[in-house]
């Protein structure tokens, strides 16, 4: 969610995403943030600061900075105005790995989804789903929706007056990583409603307390 804590839809994110760490990585796979003083590291950190490890498992939370989108090759999908990821701890199950539960929000169909759909979960139009986050290199991180979890990411249509069940998302979407952010841009992976899909958004990751969160 890590600087990805990722959608996901992630689905979204997996639809990862919470996330998503967007972040910079090495073998030693330290997270940590950039603090001002010396000695000067190179990037992640800008000019005249250092990169520094938390000394301890640091809670982080994520959050979208751009719409999130899962679209089929048919153009249809669904779009997202906002992904919220609560925090978690970073390194669940190893280094550079974490686990975040992604909540998807102001959620509307594309195309009524070639369905007919007005509404996508009402009344609050969200998509909520477990997602497993983990740093692959120093430019790529990989958002995998928990299948373990009762249909996550499930999608409900409002149809007519009735609503209709198209199911969850699967799969996994591997992001770029940029500084402090994990950037989808149509990856691939995911299958939602029977189709493989893609998905396209940005997640950045923080500490509890604001402090951008970086892999290094």
């Given at each position: 969610?890590?600087?990805f804590k990722i959608v996901g839809l992630c689905l979204m994110a997996a639809f990862a995403l919470s996330a998503v760490v967007a972040s910079s990585a090495s073998a030693a796979g330290e997270y940590g943030t950039c603090?001002?003083?010396?000695?000067?590291?190179?990037?992640?950190?800008?000019?005249?600061?250092?990169?520094?490890?938390?000394?301890?498992?640091?809670?982080?939370?994520?959050?979208?900075?751009?719409?999130?989108?899962?679209?089929?090759?048919?153009?249809?999908?669904?779009?997202?105005?906002?992904?919220?990821?609560?925090?978690?701890?970073?390194?669940?199950?190893?280094?550079?790995?974490?686990?975040?539960?992604?909540?998807?929000?102001?959620?509307?169909?594309?195309?009524?989804?070639?369905?007919?759909?007005?509404?996508?979960?009402?009344?609050?139009?969200?998509?909520?789903?477990?997602?497993?986050?983990?740093?692959?290199?120093?430019?790529?991180?990989?958002?995998?929706?928990?299948?373990?979890?009762?249909?996550?990411?499930?999608?409900?249509?409002?149809?007519?007056?009735?609503?209709?069940?198209?199911?969850?998302?699967?799969?996994?979407?591997?992001?770029?990583?940029?500084?402090?952010?994990?950037?989808?841009?149509?990856?691939?992976?995911?299958?939602?409603?029977?189709?493989?899909?893609?998905?396209?958004?940005?997640?950045?990751?923080?500490?509890?307390?604001?402090?951008?969160?970086?892999?290094?």
């Amino acid at each position: 969610m890590k600087r990805f804590k990722i959608v996901g839809l992630c689905l979204m994110a997996a639809f990862a995403l919470s996330a998503v760490v967007a972040s910079s990585a090495s073998a030693a796979g330290e997270y940590g943030t950039c603090l001002a003083g010396s000695p000067v590291n190179k990037p992640p950190c800008g000019a005249g600061e250092h990169f520094t490890p938390f000394a301890s498992p640091e809670m982080v939370a994520s959050h979208g900075l751009t719409e999130f989108t899962l679209e089929n090759t048919e153009k249809r999908g669904i779009k997202c105005g906002l992904l919220l990821d609560l925090g978690t701890f970073e390194n669940v199950g190893g280094v550079g790995k974490s686990d975040d539960t992604l909540t998807f929000q102001n959620c509307t169909p594309i195309e009524e989804l070639g369905t007919g759909c007005t509404e996508i979960n009402p009344p609050k139009h969200e998509i909520v789903g477990l997602v497993l986050d983990e740093v692959l290199s120093e430019t790529k991180a990989e958002v995998k929706i928990d299948a373990g979890t009762p249909t996550p990411f499930d999608v409900k249509c409002l149809v007519g007056g009735s609503l209709v069940d198209l199911g969850g998302v699967k799969g996994a979407a591997k992001g770029k990583v940029e500084g402090d952010k994990l950037v989808f841009t149509k990856a691939e992976g995911l299958m939602f409603f029977g189709k493989a899909s893609t998905i396209t958004g940005t997640n950045l990751t923080e500490t509890l307390s604001g402090m951008p969160v970086f892999v290094n």
